[in-house]
């Protein structure tokens, strides 16, 4: 079948495992609370941005500016967040990497922008 699942109908199917607790009575709902949590989500990341481009004031290089030690440690950071998060979906911490690594590889690249336009302040070691 290639048409899109009715959005209004009951379930299809359950899962095996019997502490699952389902979270919405149809797909509509489950899209709705989606689209929900993507517009906070994008807000977080728009307000994280911005922190990314303050931190362009502190760069001495287009090294400082790619800071590997830094994202090393992200990547560190975000898997356990998302183990400590984790109500039950077995490859999160993967999931949330992989995210991250496409994030922060956009934003480097667009604070390696921003510290092209900036200037050093006076005679700063």
């Known amino acids: 079948m290639d048409q899109e699942p009715a ?17 919405s009575p149809n797909l509509a709902d489950v899209r709705a609370n989606i689209d929900r949590l993507d517009d906070a ?3 977080l990341l728009a307000e994280r941005a911005m922190y990314v481009k303050d931190a362009t004031r502190f760069k001495r290089d287009a090294y400082q500016v790619s800071a590997p030690a830094r994202q090393a440690e992200v990547f560190a950071k975000v898997r356990e967040l ?3 998060h984790n109500r039950g979906f077995d ?13 922060l590889a956009g934003f ?3 604070e390696q922008h921003y510290f092209a336009q900036t200037e050093l302040i006076g005679d700063t070691p």
Do not use: G, H, M
Request: charged share 25%; glycine share 0%; net charge positive.
């Open 82 to 84: 998302a183990n400590r």
């Open 108 to 110: 480097i690249a667009n």
């Open 91 to 103: 490859a999160l911490p993967d999931v949330v990497e992989a995210a991250y690594r496409a994030l």
């Open 41 to 43: 989500i994008v807000a």
């Open 7 to 23: 959005t209004r109908s009951a379930a299809l199917r359950r899962f095996r495992d019997p502490t699952y607790v389902p979270l």
